[in-house]
């Protein structure tokens, strides 16, 4: 199976909202609620962002919010800010038991 | 607290082996899931192998099927990936990573993450 499709570079002003894409196939994406988002900086391991396609683990801003169109979810920041640059991959459960990651996608604040 | 450790990278010849351990602890480590995700340098993150709470299940990416065994020990709260006929493209960063949620639904998302540990598979 391929990698799910992200974007290399999406970049933002502070205050400003920016979305990511994240595409697949109705054998990933397109089934299975179980899209996750994590945000790694340089040097450091993922965290957890958004799981189920939606929803926040405790402690994570509310400025980052998930959804899902199709063979297509998205992950926005809203009110951008600094500490939110680096990099953002999404994964999905692939058939039964196989994950796929996306390529990654680098958020630049302006 | 809640974490993860992993052990065990280094430097190998290709086609040798090596064995990553992770140790857990702050948590029922027995009730949790766990997978392992590696990154090679300057790429993304590409999901390696899962095993279930219980050990009964567990399951490999392609890239790795036949030459990787991931496997745990509930009693003294470890998980480890036997890595054989390691090749070049076998090198990277491996995390190891706890499901987020208990006994099941072991592909919906990883909550807590070591800090990874370097393998280099190289003549």
Redesign the interface.
Known sequence: QSALTQPASVSGSPGQSITISCTGTSSDVGTYAAVSWYQQYPGEAPKLKIYEVTKRPSGVSTRFSGSRSGNTASLTISGLQAEDEGYYYCSSKAGSFTLLFGGGTKVTVL | QVQVVESGGGVVQPGRSLRLSCAASGFTFSSFGM?W?RQAPGK????VA?IWHDGS?E?Y??SVKGRFTISRDNSKNTLDLQMDSLRAEDTGVY?C?RC?VAAG?N?????V????TTVTVSS
């Open positions: 997978h995700v993304g993150l590409e999901w899962v299940k399951y990416a392609d995390y990573a987020r639904f592909f919906y998302g990883m909550d993450w070591g800090q990874g």
